[in-house]
Every structure is written in C-alpha cells, then in structure tokens.
C-alpha cells in the first residue's frame, strides 16, 4: 500500500480552507444577523462576497498559468 502524502496535504488544506470559510460566513454573518438583523446581514454577506473575489481571481489566475506551464512542458 502507497501513500500519496502530496495528495493528503492537497486534500488537507482545502478542508481547512473550505471550514475557514464556512465559519466566516455562518458564524461571521449569523453573529451580523443576530445583532443587527437581516438588512445589516445582507450587507455583510455582499461585503464578504467582493472581499474575496479579488483572491478568488488570483487563485484561478495561477491555476491557469499552472495549467499551461504543465501542456508547455509536456511537448
């Protein structure tokens, strides 16, 4: 039996990515709704949203070059 260890860490780090995310947005913006209501909890949500688009676009910017560097390399 092999182990993939690059595999585990792979898989490791995008559930605790996934959970910090989780937690942000439920515990951040249930905290928001149940202090300030669903207005507020609105706005907290959008704010989240366009505070992560930018590291979004970043992360599929590198996983793109990523993804020609592999076909480059591989010709």
Do not use: E
Request: proline share 1%; with cysteine; hydrophobic share 55%.
């Amino acid at each position: 039996m092999s182990r993939n260890l690059q595999k585990y860490a792979r898989q490791t780090n995008l559930q605790l990515i996934g959970g910090a995310l989780i937690i942000l947005f439920i515990v951040g913006d249930g905290l928001i709704y149940l202090f300030y209501g669903s207005n507020a909890a609105l706005m907290g949500l959008l704010c989240l949203l366009i505070g992560l688009s930018p590291v979004v676009l970043i992360i599929l910017a590198i996983l793109i070059l990523d993804w020609i560097t592999r076909h480059v390399n591989r010709s």
